[in-house]
Structures are given as C-alpha cells and as structure tokens.
C-alpha cells in the first residue's frame, strides 16, 4: 500500500505550478542585477514573484527582502534588536530573543511590549494562532501563511517572516516582508542586491516557484480547501477520542491551524511513534521539524504548562489539500493498534 505524507506543516510537496514555473525560469541565462536584457528578462522573473506574494500576502506597499529561508530572514530582522518572546516560538526566533514572554495553557502568549515582541501567528506544533496586537516588531507567518486568511497590511506588525516551502513552493527560499522605509541591519553584505538589505545574487528559480505557490495557495483559501482539510481533522480526532482514553490533545481548545493536530499519550516517546508510524508507511512528526531529531521535551508542551513525560510524548500530525478521509482513517487505525500495543507492554 502507499505510504501517506501527514507532515505539511514540515515541508508541503512541491505544487505542479511551483514545479513548472522553475523549469520555465532555469531558461532565463541572465543574472538579474545585469542591465542587458538577458538580465533584465531573470529581473522581471523575481520581480513578479514579488509581485504575486504580495497580492496573495496582503501586502501592497511593503518591501518583500528575498532570503535563502524563514530561519534568514528572522536573523535579519532581530540582529541588532532587543525583542523578547514567549518559550513557544520556533528556534528560529528564540535563537535572537529573550524568550520572557508569559505563555498560558492554551499556548497563547501574552504580549506587554509589542514594539520589542516577536510573536507567531500559527504555533507549528500545536497549531495554535495568536492575535497579533498594533505595533508588533515581527510576526511569525510561515506556518499560516497560505493555511488561513491573513494578511500584512492589516495584521500590525511591523515585519513578517514567510517561507516557499511551506505553502507548496521549493525549499530555500524565504523572506522578509517589512514596512516600507523600515530600516534593518544587513547581515549578508556584498552586491547591495534586495534594496541593499541582502546581498547575493537572487535565487531566480526558487524565487520563481516561491511566487506562483503562493498565487495557488490564495486560490486555495478563496476555494474553501482548507475548510475541507479541517474537517478531515476533525474526523482523525474525533476517531482516536472515540477508541482511546489515554490520549490527550494538545491546544485543541484554542483557535488552530485547519490543518494541524498535537496529540499526546504520556510516556510514550514522541520518536517512538514516529519511527512506529514509519514503518506502517505514515510520515508525521514529533515536534517541529527542525528539532524533530533532538530528544528532548518540546519546548511549546512545557511552556504550556505540561510535564516532561507528556512533553516528550507528542506527535503531530499535520494535513494538506492532497489529504483523503480514507488517508486519516487508515492512519488512525495504525497509529490506535500501536498505542495498543504500547499500553499492553506498559501494563506488564
């Protein structure tokens, strides 16, 4: 049987759109700071990649500042700031922030100084969203953007960090997206590329895939697909609290991603379960998956206020627009025989 991907909130699978806009821009020779038209031709191809994740962003009259990824584009906009945050952000964030933040049992952060806060929108584990407040230094997007309605213009912060990959677009490119005029300490000095804010010649191709996922990814959400996708989410969860008494579910009572769900049976190993799942032919995942090979407790569970026998036992299973109900209920069934055999050993 084939396996099924339930780890969206990792990486999606590269959309046709995104694919087919690369190999169209691998024709384009020219570097795009050259003035002839080779180089003008590779220009106007990040130009309306810009162009297309700022309309389906929302934000017309910002600087978009192409990065190799989220984790660059959060080093440029912190370095040189004081910001705090709450334990929940990612590693990404937490690396250039105080993490001082108080964070309640729900996963929700309480902001007292948006002007030198960091707060995500969508938590990627639990998939719990945040209100982001007026005057916020840098929102979080990558995970929501492209999953919910949202967008920069009307959002308040000051800055945002998206991904490509994490909307259907390629891996390795990211970006920035700040308010016009808003100044930020360049980190990768050179050529003066990106307004003078990123120097290096610009990904042309990953641009170009980034651009026309996110085109796709609004369509998406005007289309209801990811109602669709929450209801199927619905169905996992509803399946498992049906069959187990064990099992507990992580922020399920706050507002989540449509597509996400954090669930725990304490003392079972979050690495566990994923190498469990593996092998019947599921890929999840036991936390975010830039720390998903590190054993330790989630740093999201325990900010949230429980222990390490629950922190270290989370999966997370995350959904996208290809996911069938047929998908879910297989992987529910695999993944309760399993808890099964685990609750009968822990027994002995």
Known sequence: MSRVYLDYNATMPLRQVAREAMISAMDAVGNPSSVHAEGRAAKSIVERARLQISNAFGASGADIVFTSSA?????????????????????????????????????KVDVNDPVS?????????TGVLQDIPEGLALADMTQAFGKVPVAFSWSGAQMALISGHKLGGPKGVGALVLRQGLDVETQIKGGGQEMGRRSGTEN??????????AEAAARDLTNGEWDRVAKLRNILEKTITTRTENTIFIGKEAQRLPNTS?????????ETQVMAMDLAGFAVSAGSACSSGKVKASST?????????LATSTLRVSLGPDTTEEQILRFADAWLKAEQKFNAKAAR
């Not at 705090?84 to 108080?102: F, M, P």
């Not at 569970?301 to 026998?309: E, I, P, W």
């Open 117 to 125: 806060s960091v707060l995500q929108l969508a938590n990627s584990e």
């Open 71 to 107: 984790t660059e584009a959060a080093a440029l906009a912190c370095a040189g700031r004081d910001l705090q945050s709450g334990a929940v952000e990612h590693d990404a964030v937490g690396a250039w922030t105080s993490g001082t933040l108080a964070v309640d049992a729900l996963g």
């Open 301 to 309: 569970v325990a900010a949230m206020g429980f222990d390490d026998a």
């Open 262 to 270: 954090c669930f725990a049976t304490p003392g079972w190993k979050g």
């Open 204 to 213: 042309v191709i990953g641009i170009a895939g980034f651009g026309a996922a």
